[in-house]
């Protein structure tokens, strides 16, 4: 009995550490669904999903499995063709044997390495396929979501499901996938290959695969843990950074850049502590596998070398020289995948969760979406109706109750109100940025719900007052939609709303470079630029909403030029705080609290001394008072 002592010991120390990965494991199995182990999508169906990308590439797939085949030779192999040439040293040999033998080895080697080579390279090529056409599917998918529905999601959320998430499942396809069929493939042939050679011994080494299986499988649920942690801290802090770095200038002007510090530090902390929680996990695992192979070698040469030394056989079979050696060479070979089987799995478990976090995001049904028999509007004169329509952005509060008017083709409308009318929102509603509860919006007659959402904006062109430019230059940013226009069209657009005034005085004229949402230009430059790209494409309605608040004097009188001037180019509905802008609209609609009170000329609208003329008042003296 004293002889097994050593084998005793071996297992009592096994036996003591599973017991606390055990106890540790009980001690958070009551709060899985509170930590996040738990995903509302099941793998099955994150599977499904994910099988619709990888199917168009199958055959580059079945290729892959074959070079794997191959590739794994040299695992299941080698440790054979090395015991045989330790039994041929031992037994005396011609040195062309052991030629012979070092040949067979280096052959199966090199084609192993070979055929790993092409499969990594095919594998990657289809992988990154398979990811660029999930990532421009799911970016098309953002930009067919209304402006309620964009709102709703920070920035930073979708910035992170397209870059980060996306990543994760390029590994998948890249990596994981290949990597745990590999592995399971040299487990098995492995196992085939120790019974083969000795039972007695395999048998050994299969005693420690449940304890395998049991720190794997406790294994998988605190690495889950930690990486849902790193997920949710990775989206955090890309939301963080998008709001705070867009809105940069009013921290640095109200002096808060040590609370916005704190604030990203304690959001970085968190992430921090997340990855240190998946390296202790990892920390802990890797030492762990590594003890039960350490072990499994140690039984390896007592019994080996016991059964050697007295001659004692097992089943038939002798302890020989070569048999050990071999059996060295399996055992690595034996728990290498394995570790590699339950990190990839874990990986895998990563990966579903980014899926998850994807597909959530690519099944959100568009509010605002075209009906199965839309149609495309060729022309469009420019005839506008509201009819008994209502609207709310949240259920039961109305923004719009019971709106009718109608703008004749090529009238000027303009739209007045205190903020919060519901001003703005007509303006939106009209080019169906979002769709409305009850009633009827008619363009030429037709009801917009009607007509498909591209064919109906590309008649519209949109001013606002928070002009957005892209980055690239002044002709890029103007041709927006299409690249057919010639210089001499961009200029001549540039000249008839006044933006050529300032750009002549460029270095680089309409090649000048703009930078992230034209920060290297002013509000005013920015907004004649909007003015540009608007009559350069000859847009049927025009819509201005505060098209002249917050600009100086001088490009005020440059844009109220430019104004008269697209007032004959189409319909044009203005929405405008400052009244003197809109005296020569041919209708004025007075909107409070989403009614409309008032409507009419500027001269008739006056002649009331209702509500248009007590807000025209008020402006009027305010403005003798500046002048003052």
Request: a neutral charge; charged letters at 25%; aromatic letters at 10%.
């Amino acid at each position: 009995m004293r002889e097994y002592y050593p084998l005793l010991v071996v297992g009592a120390i096994i036996g003591v550490f599973t017991v606390a990965v055990v106890v540790a494991f009980l001690g958070i199995k009551d709060k899985k669904e509170a930590i996040g182990f738990d995903r509302k999508m099941k793998d099955k169906e994150l599977i499904r999903r994910l099988i619709v990308y990888a199917k168009p590439y199958w055959k580059s797939f079945i290729l892959i499995g074959a070079l794997m085949l191959f590739s794994i030779a040299y695992d299941v192999v080698s440790p054979l063709i090395i015991s045989n040439i330790e039994e041929l040293v031992q037994s005396g040999f011609e040195l062309n044997d052991l030629f012979i033998r070092v040949a067979i080895y280096a052959s199966v080697l090199i084609v192993s390495m070979v055929c790993s080579y092409f499969q990594a390279i095919i594998l990657q090529k289809t992988g990154q396929k398979i990811v660029s056409k999930l990532r421009e599917d799911l970016f098309n998918h953002i930009e067919s979501l209304s402006q309620a529905q964009l709102n709703s999601i920070p920035v930073g959320t979708l910035v992170t499901r397209v870059t980060n998430d996306t990543n994760a499942l390029s590994m998948l396809f890249t990596n994981i996938i290949v990597n745990l069929a590999k592995n399971t493939f040299v487990i098995i042939g492995v196992v085939a290959a120790m019974l083969f050679l000795n039972f007695e011994l395999t048998l050994m080494v299969l005693c420690f695969a449940p304890f395998i299986v049991l720190f794997t499988v406790i294994f998988r649920k605190f690495s889950r843990m930690s990486y849902r942690k790193i997920k949710d801290g990775t989206t955090s802090v890309n939301t963080f950074l998008s709001e705070n770095l867009s809105g940069m200038k009013i921290i640095q002007m109200f002096n808060r850049e040590e609370r916005k510090k704190e604030e990203f530090r304690e959001k970085n902390s968190k992430l921090a502590k997340a990855r240190f929680s998946e390296i202790f996990v990892f920390g802990i695992f890797r030492p762990s596998v590594f003890m039960l192979y350490a072990s499994s070698l140690l039984c390896l040469f007592y019994l080996g070398a016991k059964g050697y030394l007295d001659g004692t056989s097992f089943m038939g079979q002798k302890m020989t020289a070569p048999i050990i050696v071999a059996f060295y060479m399996y055992i690595s070979k034996f728990f290498n995948p394995i570790q590699n089987l339950a990190e990839q799995f874990n990986f895998l478990q990563s990966a579903f969760a980014s899926a998850e976090k994807i597909f959530t995001i690519a099944d959100i049904e568009p509010e605002v979406k075209d009906e199965p028999d839309a149609i495309e509007l060729d022309e469009v004169k420019g005839e506008i109706e509201f009819k008994n329509v209502w609207f709310s952005y949240v259920e039961g509060e109305w923004v719009l109750k019971d709106v009718s008017f109608k703008v004749k083709a090529g009238e000027t409308v303009a739209f007045v109100g205190a903020t919060g009318s519901g001003k703005t929102t007509i303006l939106s509603l009209i080019c169906r940025n979002y769709d409305i509860q009850k009633g009827e919006i008619l363009l030429d007659g037709i009801n917009i719900r009607h007509i498909k959402k591209a064919s109906l904006r590309k008649h519209f062109g949109q001013m606002l007052q928070d002009v957005f430019l892209f980055s690239g230059t002044i002709r890029s940013n103007i041709v927006l939609r299409e690249d057919s226009f010639t210089d001499e069209q961009i200029n001549e657009a540039c000249r008839y709303v006044n933006a050529d005034k300032f750009i002549d005085k460029l270095p680089k004229k309409l090649d000048e470079e703009v930078r992230e949402r034209g920060n290297n230009f002013s509000a005013g430059q920015r907004q004649l630029l909007s003015f540009a790209r608007t009559i350069i494409h000859r847009p049927e309605v025009m819509i201005l909403d505060e098209a002249t608040a917050n600009i100086d004097t001088e490009t005020e009188i440059l844009i109220q030029d430019s104004l008269e001037k697209m007032m004959n180019v189409g319909t044009m509905l203005i929405v405008a705080h400052r009244l003197s802008t809109i005296r020569n609209a041919d209708k004025i609609i007075v909107i409070n609290k989403g009614v409309i009170e008032e409507e009419g000329s500027h001269e008739e609208l006056l002649a009331k001394k209702g509500r248009y003329y007590g807000l025209y008042s008020l402006q009027y003296e305010s403005e003798e008072k500046n002048k003052q």
